[in-house]
Each structure stands twice: as structure tokens, then as C-alpha cells.
């Protein structure tokens, strides 16, 4: 017996990336610079270079959103939340993501708007592509409006799905099944960089 495979659906990153690049690319240049004469840079800057290389590449590369099986995951800078889609109260997406579970709110850079976007009137719905349709067109919809949309749409499947209503005891026992979870990697990397920087201004 076959299993169907569990869903993913990945949504498009913010427009940090281009800063991204350009950070670690700085980054870079001076710990190449440091390699080839290690004269030419002092040990704490390239200390310091690693440690933002390392925040850099968590605030521009890691915030994504996504939808992996019934859970929303959250990747911020730091952390990864994981949401039961069921649980969800409302999703809003201004300068940031906003997901609502019960009295709790958890935010998410990965996908966003500009201040002039999220003050600006939200185009009609009517006009969203369906979903398998690329979100990279901008020309026809706004990302963020085919995330919040989307977003919404799949919370009202699976509470659908599975015969939950709003305000249900099962709601609230799914929102306790929330759960965040710390980047280790990222963290460990960070850490490390952090203790790189403070031994070359001691020593």
C-alpha cells in the first residue's frame, strides 16, 4: 500500500536578498584580504566580519515560510516555529507575516511588504492566481496578498478536514501543540564567531 506524500508548499522569500549578497560579499572581501596578508587586516575585524557574515546570512537568508504536511514552519533568524495549520485564527501580512493563534502572535520577515505596500489598498481578491501558479509574478498579483490568501485557505481545508469548528476544545488543544524550536546552526556558528571576536581583542 502506497502513502501519499505529505504536501509542501514553499512561498517566495522577501526582497533581502540582493543586501544579502552584497553583505557577505563584503564579508568575504576581508577575510580574503587577511589571507593573502595578514597584515593588511587586523584579526579582530575578520573576527568581527564572521560574526556579521553569520547574522547577515541568518536575517537575509534563513526567514522563509512554508506549509509541510497540516503545519505552517517558521524560520526566523533564530528560531523555527511550528504552527498546526487548524490552529490558526488569522494570518495578515503587512511589514512582516503575522500568524494569530488564540491570544498569541507569531511574526515571520520571511515574507512581507514595504511600509508604502502595507499602507497602500490591497488589491480585489478576485484577482489571485490559483495556487499552483508561480507567486513571482508580480506583474499579475502581489506576493504577499497570494501568501495571505493561500495561507487562509489552507487553515479553512484542514479545519474542514478534520470537522473543527472556531472555538472548539480541539482548536485549543491544537494551539497548545505549537512549538518553536532554536537554530542550532545557526547559533553554534554565531557563538563560535562571538568567541573568535573576543579572544583577538584580548590577545
Not at 6 to 23: I, P, S
Not at 27 to 32: E, H, I, N
Given at each position: 500500500?502506497?502513502?501519499?506524500?505529505?504536501?509542501?508548499?514553499?512561498?517566495?522569500?522577501?526582497?533581502?536578498?540582493?543586501?544579502?549578497?552584497?553583505?557577505?560579499g563584503?564579508?568575504?572581501?576581508?577575510?580574503?584580504?587577511w589571507a593573502?596578508d595578514?597584515?593588511?587586516?587586523?584579526?579582530?575585524?575578520?573576527?568581527?566580519?564572521?560574526?556579521?557574515?553569520?547574522?547577515?546570512?541568518?536575517?537575509?537568508?534563513?526567514?522563509?515560510?512554508?506549509?509541510?504536511?497540516?503545519?505552517?514552519?517558521?524560520?526566523?533568524?533564530?528560531?523555527?516555529?511550528?504552527?498546526?495549520?487548524?490552529?490558526?485564527?488569522?494570518?495578515?501580512?503587512r511589514?512582516?507575516?503575522?500568524?494569530?493563534?488564540?491570544?498569541?502572535?507569531?511574526?515571520?520577515?520571511g515574507?512581507?511588504?514595504?511600509?508604502?505596500?502595507?499602507?497602500?489598498?490591497?488589491?480585489?481578491?478576485?484577482?489571485?492566481?490559483?495556487?499552483?501558479?508561480?507567486?513571482s509574478?508580480?506583474?499579475?498579483?502581489?506576493?504577499?496578498?497570494?501568501?495571505?490568501?493561500?495561507?487562509?485557505?489552507?487553515?479553512?481545508?484542514?479545519?474542514?478536514?478534520?470537522?473543527?469548528?472556531?472555538?472548539?476544545?480541539e482548536?485549543?488543544?491544537?494551539?497548545?501543540?505549537?512549538?518553536?524550536?532554536?537554530?542550532?546552526?545557526?547559533?553554534?556558528?554565531?557563538?563560535?564567531?562571538?568567541?573568535?571576536?573576543v579572544?583577538?581583542?584580548?590577545?
Open positions: 500500500m502506497t502513502t501519499e506524500p505529505e504536501r509542501v508548499e514553499r512561498f517566495a522569500a522577501h526582497d533581502g536578498q540582493v543586501t544579502g549578497v552584497l553583505g557577505l563584503l564579508c568575504a572581501a576581508v577575510v580574503v584580504t593573502v595578514t597584515s593588511a587586516v587586523p584579526r579582530w575585524l575578520v573576527a568581527g566580519a564572521l560574526v556579521a557574515a553569520v547574522l547577515v546570512w541568518a536575517a537575509s537568508f534563513r526567514p522563509r515560510v512554508s506549509v509541510e504536511g497540516d503545519t505552517l514552519v517558521l524560520r526566523n533568524m533564530l528560531t523555527t516555529t511550528h504552527v498546526p495549520l487548524a490552529a490558526i485564527d488569522k494570518v495578515v501580512v511589514q512582516v507575516l503575522a500568524v494569530f493563534v488564540g491570544e498569541r502572535r507569531i511574526a515571520n520577515a515574507v512581507g511588504r514595504s511600509r508604502r505596500q502595507a499602507q497602500r489598498r490591497r488589491p480585489v481578491p478576485g484577482a489571485l492566481p490559483a495556487a499552483d501558479e508561480p507567486t509574478r508580480r506583474d499579475v498579483v502581489d506576493v504577499a496578498d497570494h501568501v495571505e490568501t493561500r495561507l487562509a485557505q489552507l487553515v479553512q481545508e484542514e479545519r474542514t478536514r478534520l470537522g473543527l469548528r472556531r472555538g472548539s476544545p482548536l485549543e488543544a491544537l494551539a497548545a501543540e505549537v512549538r518553536t524550536e532554536p537554530a542550532r546552526l545557526e547559533l553554534a556558528l554565531l557563538a563560535a564567531a562571538l568567541v573568535l571576536l579572544v583577538a581583542l584580548l590577545v
